[in-house]
């Protein structure tokens, strides 16, 4: 089994021989990840997210200054929008919610090949 990049996407290819009988998208060429420690806060308190933007391997990506989108929701209210604008491929932000509830963070960036990140955080009194 091989991967091959191709436009910024990472393709499984497996193969018997020389002969290539499966072709299969497997990931991004990037991805953003998130780290913060705990998925369970209470209310008013400040949940510190470290974002990075890395390859596929998990080798980090020095020098990607895209800004990254983060969309904040919680059933039944609006979303929040945040942009980040990484330095050397990484940012951080404060999380902190002032309502309790399973909330719902998203992390994207238009850059072609990146995936996404998703992270739930309970919210508790």
């Given at each position: 089994m091989?991967?091959i990049e191709?436009?910024?996407?990472?393709?499984?290819?497996?193969?018997?021989?020389?002969?290539?009988?499966?072709k299969?998208?497997?990931?991004?060429a990037?991805?953003?990840?998130?780290?913060?420690?705990?998925n369970?806060i209470?209310i008013?308190e400040?949940?510190?997210?470290?974002v990075?933007?890395?390859?596929?391997?998990d080798t980090?990506?020095?020098?990607?200054?895209?800004p990254?989108?983060?969309?904040?929701?919680?059933?039944g209210?609006d979303?929040?929008?945040?942009?980040?604008?990484?330095?050397?491929s990484?940012?951080?932000?404060?999380?902190?919610?002032?309502?309790?509830?399973?909330?719902?963070?998203?992390?994207?960036t238009?850059m072609?090949?990146?995936?996404?990140?998703y992270l739930?955080?309970?919210?508790?009194?």
């Amino acid at each position: 089994m091989d991967y091959i990049e191709e436009n910024g996407i990472i393709y499984k290819i497996e193969k018997d021989g020389d002969f290539t009988f499966s072709k299969s998208v497997y990931c991004g060429a990037k991805k953003i990840t998130v780290t913060g420690g705990k998925n369970v806060i209470k209310i008013g308190e400040a949940l510190p997210l470290n974002v990075e933007i890395m390859d596929w391997q998990d080798t980090p990506q020095p020098g990607i200054t895209e800004p990254i989108e983060v969309v904040v929701a919680r059933m039944g209210a609006d979303p929040v929008n945040l942009i980040l604008a990484p330095v050397n491929s990484k940012a951080e932000f404060d999380f902190i919610s002032n309502a309790k509830g399973v909330i719902s963070i998203t992390l994207s960036t238009i850059m072609p090949g990146c995936d996404p990140a998703y992270l739930m955080v309970e919210v508790e009194e």
